[in-house]
């Protein structure tokens, strides 16, 4: 068994006949069995006399067979891997008293006669005991499927609530296994307590007595062994769970041939139809269907993770050798058929224990901390830590970082990755004040420029009117409506109001009076305007509760400017295109023509770029034409038979001589142009290089 695609083991465990009886079968080898009808048989009514022939291979077939080989070739292996962490399934199926609970459990009065599960907890417990390294616990549970209910069969050595009793379903795990909630697991330290809770179940089971069997199983049962094992080594957090379920299934019995009645009766009908909703599902998982149906019943339920799960699976398939039986050994052998192409994909179940895990890790990082200080020392780093930064490493980082910004020679030395994140958390905290700094600035300019007028102060607002300034309904001073498209101050709400939005009367009236008087006292000129909407303040760098309005005093200058008296700041600074070119002629004057001087440069050495690259094309092709020319005339030279001279190189004609010299003077030509070219593509980057930086400091200068 392994970790990889398995398909589920099929066994067939003849009982041994009775003296006297008839056998309906013989064994081909150790894997094939011949089936057949007597002649008896065919008076019968119920046998298709068509075929009386079938031969069947399965995994194993087991014929008078001591319990102990069972164990070994059947049981064995799949308990040595459930104890190493995959999950193992062994399921007993068959015909009513076929000696499917003698295989499980076996005949309690004889120790030789044990079953699967006795021998099983004494090879775990073996192994427990043996073992150095590993240290396992071990709980049971044991539960029956009675009519289509679950019965915790060891409840009465729990304390397990009413409630709880009768409420056991079957929950999924996130992994796809299955398990009853609510049913009660017992840890037991050795084999005896072990067989202890088996019998005390054993005792609790529904039995009944019929015509096939004095003692018949009622009830599906399932007794699971849960196997918890950790490593010895306090420090390892790794462990594996599995479990082993051993699933004694309730009979299939004919009521004709086991005269059940009553209770019996009822039994017999549930347990009929839940195994055909165990055959439709196996049936399903060998079809591959993409739907199996294991809601259908209790049994195939609570068997999904060992029927096509990650479960390693095996099924002994318990039949009668009378022939009498022929009927039911066939069907028990289809079905055990079937069952052999159930896939299932064992998956070693192993976690990690969360304590122990933190703990293994905090040694680790100390290991490692350890390391690194002695691999600083050894690389001359011995000052640095890796503890987290003390208030006074981070005053120094601040400093450096002060430093840096300041001081453009200066550098900031890389020491560790904390450092690193302390110089961002400073950069960070600068930029915070900074851009704190430059709103208070930009606010404090405006309010040097412009009244701030409180909307709730109406007497102001009354004053601003009459002084011209326009305001709308809101109290809102009108600006930035020159196209309709700009965006006005923005209104108490902190929004910014949409030109569009501004009532279209007024705003037309106000375009007539523009119209009529341009210098209309309120009014600004379309210049004046458009300044005004080019600069407007983001919405949010506004105050949020007054509009803007300019000083009524400062306006009239603005539009009443007197021959004399010096012509007044704008309200508003010009636009930017034009700023720009203001800026170019004064201070950037000098930054501008270095400018120039580097575009001129820039495009000269990018025509003679072009130029070269031209030539050297044109190179190329004289290159290529001329050795077409030469090895056309090799070729007619060649057709000629060729003329050698004493040291036996082939005499050539003047013209041919004189294109093989044209050809090596181009080659030089194309060569010495090629790396003309290289260097000149530098150029060309190095002076787009000095353009782009000359425009960024024109561009920040301004
Ligand atoms: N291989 C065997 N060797 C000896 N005795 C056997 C063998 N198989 C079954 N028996 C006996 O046959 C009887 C019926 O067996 P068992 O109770 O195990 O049948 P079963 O399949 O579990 O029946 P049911 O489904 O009705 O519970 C028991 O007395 C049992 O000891």
């Given at each position: 068994?392994?970790?990889?695609?398995?398909?589920?083991?099929?066994?067939?465990?003849?009982?041994?006949?009775?003296?006297?009886?008839?056998?309906?079968?013989?064994?081909?080898?150790?894997?094939?069995?011949?089936?057949?009808?007597?002649?008896?048989?065919?008076?019968?009514?119920?046998?298709?006399?068509?075929?009386?022939?079938?031969?069947?291979?399965?995994?194993?077939?087991?014929?008078?067979?001591?319990?102990?080989?069972?164990?070994?070739?059947?049981?064995?292996?799949?308990?040595?891997?459930?104890?190493?962490?995959?999950?193992?399934?062994?399921?007993?199926?068959?015909?009513?008293?076929?000696?499917?609970?003698?295989?499980?459990?076996?005949?309690?009065?004889?120790?030789?006669?044990?079953?699967?599960?006795?021998?099983?907890?004494?090879?775990?417990?073996?192994?427990?005991?043996?073992?150095?390294?590993?240290?396992?616990?071990?709980?049971?549970?044991?539960?029956?499927?009675?009519?289509?209910?679950?019965?915790?069969?060891?409840?009465?050595?729990?304390?397990?609530?009413?409630?709880?009793?009768?409420?056991?379903?079957?929950?999924?795990?996130?992994?796809?296994?299955?398990?009853?909630?609510?049913?009660?697991?017992?840890?037991?330290?050795?084999?005896?307590?072990?067989?202890?809770?088996?019998?005390?179940?054993?005792?609790?089971?529904?039995?009944?007595?019929?015509?096939?069997?004095?003692?018949?199983?009622?009830?599906?049962?399932?007794?699971?062994?849960?196997?918890?094992?950790?490593?010895?080594?306090?420090?390892?957090?790794?462990?594996?769970?599995?479990?082993?379920?051993?699933?004694?299934?309730?009979?299939?019995?004919?009521?004709?041939?086991?005269?059940?009645?009553?209770?019996?009766?009822?039994?017999?009908?549930?347990?009929?139809?839940?195994?055909?909703?165990?055959?439709?599902?196996?049936?399903?998982?060998?079809?591959?269907?993409?739907?199996?149906?294991?809601?259908?019943?209790?049994?195939?339920?609570?068997?999904?993770?060992?029927?096509?799960?990650?479960?390693?699976?095996?099924?002994?398939?318990?039949?009668?050798?009378?022939?009498?039986?022929?009927?039911?050994?066939?069907?028990?052998?289809?079905?055990?058929?079937?069952?052999?192409?159930?896939?299932?994909?064992?998956?070693?179940?192993?976690?990690?224990?969360?304590?122990?895990?933190?703990?293994?890790?905090?040694?680790?990082?100390?290991?490692?901390?350890?390391?690194?200080?002695?691999?600083?020392?050894?690389?001359?780093?011995?000052?640095?830590?890796?503890?987290?930064?003390?208030?006074?490493?981070?005053?120094?980082?601040?400093?450096?970082?002060?430093?840096?910004?300041?001081?453009p020679?200066?550098e900031?030395?890389?020491?560790?990755?904390?450092?690193?994140?302390?110089?961002?958390?400073?950069?960070?905290?600068?930029?915070?004040?900074?851009?704190?700094?430059?709103?208070?600035?930009?606010?404090?300019?405006?309010?040097?420029?412009?009244?701030?007028?409180?909307?709730?102060?109406?007497?102001?607002?009354?004053?601003?009117?009459?002084?011209?300034?326009?305001?709308?309904?809101?109290?809102?001073?009108?600006?930035?409506?020159?196209?309709?498209?700009?965006?006005?101050?923005?209104?108490?709400?902190?929004?910014?109001?949409?030109?569009?939005?501004?009532?279209?009367?007024?705003?037309?009236?106000?375009?007539?009076?523009?119209?009529?008087?341009?210098?209309?006292?309120?009014?600004?000129?379309?210049?004046?305007?458009?300044?005004?909407?080019?600069?407007?303040?983001?919405?949010?760098?506004?105050?949020?509760?007054?509009?803007?309005?300019?000083?009524?005093?400062?306006?009239?200058?603005?539009?009443?400017?007197?021959?004399?008296?010096?012509?007044?700041?704008?309200?508003?600074?010009?636009?930017?295109s034009?700023?720009f070119e203001?800026?170019k002629k004064?201070?950037g004057s000098e930054i501008n023509r270095i400018l120039s001087e580097n575009k001129d440069i820039l495009g000269a050495k990018k025509r003679a770029y072009t130029t070269l690259a031209r030539q050297i094309n044109l190179t190329k092709s004289e290159i290529d034409s001329t050795k077409c020319k030469l090895n056309d005339m090799r070729d007619e030279r060649e057709s000629l038979g060729n003329q050698v001279d004493q040291n036996g190189a082939p005499i050539i004609s003047e013209e041919e001589y004189n294109e093989l010299n044209r050809l090596k003077g181009l080659k030089n030509s194309y060569k010495t142009d090629f790396e003309e070219l290289k260097n000149l593509k530098t150029e060309v980057a190095y002076c787009q290089k000095q353009v782009d930086l000359c425009r960024q400091k024109l561009i920040q200068g301004?």
């Amino acid at each position: 068994m392994s970790a990889s695609n398995n398909k589920v083991k099929v066994y067939l465990r003849l009982k041994p006949i009775r003296s006297g009886g008839k056998k309906s079968y013989e064994i081909v080898d150790d894997k094939r069995i011949h089936v057949h009808r007597c002649g008896n048989d065919l008076q019968k009514s119920y046998v298709n006399n068509q075929i009386r022939d079938w031969e069947f291979t399965l995994n194993g077939i087991k014929e008078n067979v001591s319990q102990t080989e069972i164990y070994d070739d059947v049981a064995r292996p799949v308990v040595l891997q459930a104890m190493k962490g995959y999950n193992a399934t062994i399921l007993a199926y068959g015909q009513t008293g076929a000696g499917k609970t003698y295989t499980m459990t076996g005949a309690t009065e004889s120790y030789r006669q044990r079953g699967l599960i006795p021998r099983s907890l004494s090879e775990i417990f073996k192994a427990i005991d043996q073992s150095i390294d590993q240290n396992t616990t071990i709980r049971i549970s044991y539960v029956e499927i009675y009519n289509e209910s679950f019965f915790d069969l060891l409840s009465t050595v729990s304390d397990v609530s009413e409630y709880e009793r009768q409420n056991l379903h079957v929950t999924e795990e996130v992994d796809g296994s299955c398990y009853i909630k609510g049913l009660s697991d017992h840890i037991v330290n050795n084999e005896e307590e072990a067989l202890n809770l088996l019998f005390e179940g054993e005792t609790n089971r529904a039995i009944s007595s019929h015509v096939l069997n004095k003692n018949s199983s009622r009830s599906h049962c399932i007794f699971t062994i849960y196997l918890q094992t950790h490593s010895r080594t306090q420090s390892d957090p790794k462990y594996t769970v599995s479990k082993i379920n051993f699933v004694d299934l309730a009979g299939s019995e004919r009521l004709r041939k086991t005269k059940s009645e009553g209770r019996t009766q009822t039994e017999a009908v549930y347990i009929n139809k839940s195994l055909t909703f165990l055959e439709q599902t196996v049936l399903s998982l060998a079809d591959k269907k993409t739907h199996i149906p294991y809601r259908q019943s209790k049994l195939t339920h609570c068997l999904k993770d060992s029927l096509g799960g990650n479960s390693n699976t095996v099924m002994i398939g318990n039949v009668w050798s009378e022939e009498e039986h022929i009927e039911e050994t066939i069907s028990t052998i289809r079905f055990a058929t079937r069952m052999m192409k159930v896939h299932t994909v064992p998956v070693r179940r192993e976690h990690e224990d969360p304590t122990k895990l933190v703990k293994q890790m905090k040694t680790e990082i100390e290991h490692l901390k350890r390391e690194l200080a002695m691999h600083d020392t050894l690389v001359n780093r011995s000052h640095v830590t890796y503890e987290n930064l003390s208030e006074q490493q981070r005053g120094e980082i601040r400093e450096q970082v002060k430093n840096f910004l300041s001081d453009p020679q200066c550098e900031i030395d890389i020491v560790n990755i904390r450092q690193i994140k302390g110089v961002f958390e400073t950069f960070r905290d600068i930029y915070g004040i900074m851009s704190s700094e430059i709103e208070k600035n930009v606010e404090d300019k405006f309010r040097s420029r412009y009244t701030l007028l409180d909307k709730q102060d109406a007497a102001a607002i009354a004053q601003a009117q009459q002084a011209g300034v326009p305001i709308d309904d809101n109290g809102d001073y009108l600006v930035g409506e020159t196209d309709g498209s700009g965006y006005g101050i923005p209104g108490a709400s902190g929004k910014p109001v949409p030109s569009s939005a501004v009532n279209a009367k007024k705003k037309e009236s106000k375009k007539k009076e523009k119209r009529s008087s341009p210098t209309t006292k309120g009014q600004q000129s379309p210049e004046t305007k458009g300044r005004t909407t080019e600069q407007t303040p983001s919405p949010d760098k506004q105050p949020k509760t007054s509009s803007i309005a300019p000083p009524p005093e400062q306006e009239k200058k603005e539009q009443e400017p007197s021959q004399n008296t010096p012509v007044e700041k704008p309200s508003t600074p010009p636009p930017r295109s034009e700023a720009f070119e203001e800026f170019k002629k004064g201070l950037g004057s000098e930054i501008n023509r270095i400018l120039s001087e580097n575009k001129d440069i820039l495009g000269a050495k990018k025509r003679a770029y072009t130029t070269l690259a031209r030539q050297i094309n044109l190179t190329k092709s004289e290159i290529d034409s001329t050795k077409c020319k030469l090895n056309d005339m090799r070729d007619e030279r060649e057709s000629l038979g060729n003329q050698v001279d004493q040291n036996g190189a082939p005499i050539i004609s003047e013209e041919e001589y004189n294109e093989l010299n044209r050809l090596k003077g181009l080659k030089n030509s194309y060569k010495t142009d090629f790396e003309e070219l290289k260097n000149l593509k530098t150029e060309v980057a190095y002076c787009q290089k000095q353009v782009d930086l000359c425009r960024q400091k024109l561009i920040q200068g301004q």
